[in-house]
C-alpha cells in the first residue's frame, strides 16, 4: 500500500535562517506531488506541483521553493525564513489526473 | 482555471442534527470534485469523491454529497450528527485538464450537545 512520510512535525525556526522539509511516497511510482500551505482563515493554498522529477509548479511568488531529486522524494524550501512564512504546511501524492490526493501529516513551522 | 467557494467558515449544528455543508464550484470544463476532513493537527482525510459517474456519492462516516451541474454544486450532508463529526472540512476541485487540486477555505463545524 501507498504511504507518505512528512518530517519534522513540528519546527520553531528563527526569522532569516533557512529551511528544509522533506517529504516521501512509498508504494507507488511517478507520483504527482504537492505542497500545500494552510494558515487561518485561508483554507489550503497550493504552494508547488511537481508531476515528475525535476519538473515544478509553482502557484504563489514568495519566498519559498520546491525540488524533487528523485521520482517520490519532494522537498520545500527557502533560504531566508520570514515570518509570514509561519504555517502548517502539507506535502500530498496523488494518482494521475481527475485522481483525488493523499496527505502527510503536516509540519507544524513557527518562524520567530 | 478552477475554483471552490465554499459557504460559511463556520457551521453548528445540533447533535443528532442534519448537517449541510456548501461547496460551489467554477470550472470550465466537467470538474472532479472532492471532499475531505481535517483533524486538529493532522493532514486531510477523503471523505468522498465525484468522478463523473453517478451524482449522488456516499463517503466515508454516513456522508453523502450530491453533484448538481445547473447549480454548480456539491454540497456535503450527513442526516444525524455526532460529536465525533466536529472538524474542519474541505471542497476540492480538480479537471482532467489540469495536474493542480484546487481546495477551498474550508468549514469548521461545531456539534452541539
Redo the contacts between chains.
Sequence with gaps: SQTIH?WPATLVQPVGSPLSLECTVEGTSNP?L?W?RQAA????Q?LF?S?GIGQI?S?VPQNLSASRPQDRQFILSSKKLLLSDSG?Y?C?W?GQ??????????T?LTVV | AQSVTQLGSHVSVSEGALVLLRCNYSSSVPPYLFWYVQYPNQGLQLLLKYTSAATLVKGINGFEAEFKKSETSFHLTKPSAHMSDAAEYFCAVTTNRDDKIIFGKGTRLHILP
Aim: charged content about 20%.
Design positions: 512528512q504527482n504537492y500545500y482563515g485561508r483554507g489550503l497550493l506541483y508531476v509548479s502557484e502548517f502539507l500530498a496523488g489526473r481527475n485522481t483525488e490526493a493523499f496527505f502527510g501529516q503536516g507544524r
